[in-house]
């Protein structure tokens, strides 16, 4: 189907099909309610609930690990059987009920809400997505540029959400803060309700076959199954929080579904499509460890903000912000410098942007690791290399994160393009999971000090922060603290920056595999 004909379906605005607007706005506010929650959630947990920091991050990881790997079910849902809008409006609705649960203040209902939101969003996150692919026709040389704009909204939302839900938690109490991220999510929905009211995504994202949703189980129609099933399964991830600590087993139970699964997807497809598929799990791995390093920011480095960093006009969960606002100054020169390098046909292929994303990534916590130089009486640093390290660490999530998102919609197989979108999600699921196990190394007790305080990464330590444990074993538990946060943040800071440099390396045999896409 030619350009033409596919824009012709379907209205235009600004250049770019006028759904953009309507998933844009909607996914605006739906992370406005998942960021402002986040942003609370650790400090309300140490603060409020009075958890230790193992506790915290466990929880924390848990929830925020299996809030990526529903999206590989809702995935498969939406491309079977539920299709882009019902699965994006059911989604919605249990978010709205999760956030709001947040409020009453018992140990089911916080479990149960995190439950809530965690199966919402296996509906609504990967699907919404998809629906943005789903708007341009395949080699569109729009779609990067669509794919930017759209991690706009993601971005506006994430920046203002943590400073508005944190100013709510802070004057009024906690409890007020989550109900503002709940009100989030309320307004999400109705703006996408909006856009099919007014018709703007013209014949995509229906029910794929309306025979195969209306086949009965046990009496209801596959649709309401599935709504009746996403319900029957929120106690189970609620107890899968809980009880974080046997997370582990989960992990291998979706390695190996992930496995068979997509063993089973490259028997059924061509062999270009079979190498393209490949390319999409290559991708998904480095994904993976750039979440397990960038997504310190919700755990380890909120609290690091909170005990380590002279804050000037924010407190610690507003913190949370200063990456997505950085988002909001770079996201749309970004998508404008993507189009420009399209022209003149110098636009880096996805391999070598992929590696640039880890090596500004590795850059920006080595940064982090550097505000050891300045730090006070106080065992407080600088706020200024928390800024400029979130700066540093933005750009790389700019070449990183919305490219893979525009990418999966191209490498998949057509068949399968939300389930492959939540296999990308499910990066997030393993990154969370290694990114509280990771935060786990800054907690120190009784002067002890992690692994990458001695040996070759030791070394790197010192030469990044000037100190070492002999410096820091006399001095106060503060500096101690400290010392533990920098020390795994110079560590893999290095880690990030090597592989990054070799997916460059690679990227030609990339390229070759991906059969014609950029």
């Not at 739906?30 to 409020?48: D, I, N, P, Q």
């Not at 993507?338 to 090596?359: D, Q």
Request: proline share 3%.
């Amino acid at each position: 189907m030619s350009n033409e004909i596919y824009e012709a379906e379907q209205p235009q605005l600004f250049g770019h099909p006028k759904g953009l607007l309507y998933l844009f706005f909607a996914e605006l506010w739906e992370r406005f309610s998942f960021y402002g929650m986040r942003a609370l959630l650790v400090l309300y947990m140490t603060k409020h609930l009075l958890f230790d920091d193992d506790m915290a991050f466990g929880v924390y990881a848990a929830y925020m690990s299996l809030v990526y790997v529903t999206p590989m079910i809702g995935g498969i849902l939406a491309d079977k059987i539920l299709g882009y809008r019902k699965a994006i409006i059911l989604g919605g609705i249990l978010m709205i009920f999760g956030h709001f649960f947040l409020t009453i203040e018992m140990p089911i209902f916080f479990y149960g809400s995190l439950g809530l939101i965690i199966v919402g969003n296996g509906f609504f996150k990967p699907n919404i997505s998809s629906f943005v692919g789903e708007l341009y026709a395949q080699g569109d040389a729009r779609r990067d540029s669509g794919f930017t704009i759209f991690y706009l909204g993601i971005n506006l939302g994430a920046a203002i959400a943590p400073l508005l839900c944190a100013w709510f938690a802070v004057t009024y109490g906690w409890h007020y803060g989550f109900i503002l991220a709940g009100i989030g999510m309320v307004t999400g929905l109705l703006v996408f309700r909006g856009g099919l009211k007014n018709n703007v995504f013209g014949n995509k994202g229906f029910v794929p076959n309306q025979e195969i949703y209306a086949q009965k189980w046990f009496g209801l129609t596959r649709g309401k199954c599935i709504v009746l099933g996403s319900i029957l399964s929120v106690p189970v991830f609620g107890t899968l929080i809980r009880f974080h600590e046997f997370e582990g087993y989960l992990v291998w139970i979706v390695s190996a579904f992930l496995v068979f699964y997509i063993g089973f997807i490259l028997s059924k497809v061509t062999s270009t499509e079979r190498k393209r598929l490949l390319v999409a799990v290559y991708f998904t791995i480095l994904y993976t460890l750039f979440a397990a390093i960038f997504e310190q920011a919700g755990s380890s480095l909120t609290l690091f903000a909170d005990r380590n960093v002279n804050l000037v006009g924010m407190n610690a969960a507003g913190t949370n912000s200063i990456n997505a606002s950085f988002i909001i100054i770079f996201a749309i020169p970004f998508s404008m410098l993507w189009t420009y390098l399209s022209r003149r046909k110098v636009n880096p292929n996805s391999a070598v942007k992929f590696g640039l994303g880890l090596i500004f990534l590795g850059l920006g916590f080595i940064v982090f690791a550097l505000s050891a130089h300045s730090v006070d009486d106080y065992a407080k640093t600088g706020m200024s290399y928390l800024v400029i390290g979130y700066m540093v660490l933005t750009v790389g999530e700019l070449f990183l994160s919305p490219i893979g998102l525009s990418k999966m919609t191209e490498l998949s197989p057509l068949k399968y393009v939300a389930f492959i979108m939540g296999v990308w999600f499910s990066a997030n699921f393993y990154g969370h999971f290694f990114a509280g196990k990771i935060a786990k190394l800054t907690t120190v007790s009784n002067g002890n000090t992690n692994v990458f305080s001695e040996g070759l990464f030791g070394r790197f330590t010192e030469f990044i922060t000037g100190l070492t444990p002999q410096i820091v074993s006399q001095q106060s538990d503060a500096l101690q603290q400290l010392f533990s946060y920098v020390s795994v943040y110079a560590s893999f800071g290095v880690i990030s920056v090597i592989v990054g440099i070799f997916a460059i390396l690679i990227s030609p045999i990339i390229k070759k595999m991906m059969a014609g896409i950029h």
